[in-house]
């Protein structure tokens, strides 16, 4: 996974709150077409690795990752970074 993905979501799993893909594509200088496209390919490495965990998009609110082990995520991320 690369860097940009990794940042997503590691922004997203801090917060108990949807962010933007407005927002999300600000802080990280691109569009909120990639921003939708890079959401996707996450969600299909957190599926392919099974960590139980999903950014889902709420239309008006934003995105938001939910899982229910949130040390899986922080594993994932770790090794991700590796």
């Given at each position: 996974m690369?860097?940009?993905k990794?940042?997503?979501?590691?922004?997203?799993?801090?917060?108990?709150i949807s962010i933007?893909?407005?927002?999300?594509?600000?802080?990280?200088?691109?569009?909120?077409r990639t921003i939708r496209n890079d959401i996707k390919t996450i969600n299909l490495f957190l599926e392919y690795d099974e960590v139980n965990a999903c950014i889902k998009a709420t239309r008006g609110k934003g995105y938001r990752l939910y899982t229910e082990d949130a040390s899986a995520v922080e594993?994932?991320?770790k090794k991700a970074s590796d």
């Open positions: 690369d860097r940009r990794l940042s997503i979501l590691k922004r997203l799993r801090g917060l108990d933007s893909g407005n927002q999300l594509a600000k802080e990280l200088n691109v569009s909120s594993k994932f991320i």
